[in-house]
């Protein structure tokens, strides 16, 4: 008698993050069953409790680097792991716990925690990319649903993810949604921020916050010279740069651009 062939290994890993885009996971719902009945889910504590030994095929890391422990983990998680796909600004790009790389995180340190020694922390909050190889990044704060199926479905089945790399504008034009820079004046980072989110804020007349980080070869300059022009000030342009995805570094040395103006 044929034994039915071994389904593919998935394993999902959480380091620094708020777990939202595990949970994304978890909101596929139907989706989810057709994923849960093409592979074997070896770790997921977010759903389940049981383990299946690696190597996995697909390990999808939500969260940055934050720790010593971290920074040793992921590499043990890397060896292990035949696709290493990184989901969300935190695993991406730092989260909104980079902020602390603009800042002496030891201060942070003892205004938060009554008996500081006991935290064992690095300087920065990093994304997985700077420790270990990464096969595919997925963008979002939090991820989008269905990039998520796309990217596991293309592994599985041997084929490049088809996910955009063009900006958020391209939404809003294919949506016909009237630009809230040009019709009211409302600062955006549309132009610099990678697609994916489904044009969520710039239809509510409030401009993109950048939640999907920056798209590729995104003109920050120019943006920023845009909005300068506008009335914004070197302050706003620091904090339009400086949010979830801040240590991504086209993001991050336009944000240094206006430490000293």
């Not at 890993?13 to 057709?34: H, I, P, R, V, Y």
């Not at 409302?186 to 710039?202: D, E, F, R, W, Y």
Request: glycine letters at 10%; one cysteine or more.
């Amino acid at each position: 008698m044929t034994r039915p062939p071994k389904k593919p290994k998935l394993a999902v890993w959480k380091f620094a993050s708020c777990d939202g885009c595990q949970l994304s996971l978890l909101d596929c719902e139907d989706e989810l069953l057709a994923i849960a009945d093409g592979v074997a889910i070896a770790y997921f504590p977010e759903a389940t409790r049981a383990t299946l030994p690696g190597p996995y095929d697909i390990s999808l890391v939500e969260g940055s680097i934050t720790t010593p422990d971290d920074a040793e983990r992921i590499h043990s998680i890397r060896r292990r792991s035949k696709r290493l796909v990184t989901i969300g600004a935190c695993a991406t790009a730092g989260g909104i716990q980079a902020l602390r790389n603009f800042t002496r995180v030891e201060d942070l340190i003892r205004s938060v925690y009554a008996r500081p020694e006991y935290i064992d922390t690095l300087s920065k909050s990093t994304p997985i990319g700077d420790h270990v190889f990464v096969d595919f990044e997925l963008r979002g704060c939090p991820i989008d649903r269905f990039q998520l199926v796309e990217v596991l479905n293309a592994l599985l089945n041997g084929r490049r993810p088809n996910i955009p790399h063009y900006s958020q504008c391209v939404e809003c034009k294919r949506a016909g949604t009237v630009c809230v820079m040009v019709s009211r004046g409302i600062p955006c980072m549309g132009p610099v921020t990678h697609a994916g989110c489904g044009n969520l804020c710039p239809p509510l007349g409030r401009g993109c916050y950048g939640c999907f980080g920056p798209m590729e070869l995104p003109n920050t300059a120019g943006l920023a010279g845009w909005l300068g022009k506008e009335g914004c000030s070197s302050e706003q342009l620091r904090g339009m740069f400086r949010t979830y995805n801040a240590a991504a570094a086209p993001f991050r040395r336009e944000s240094e651009a206006h430490e000293q103006r």
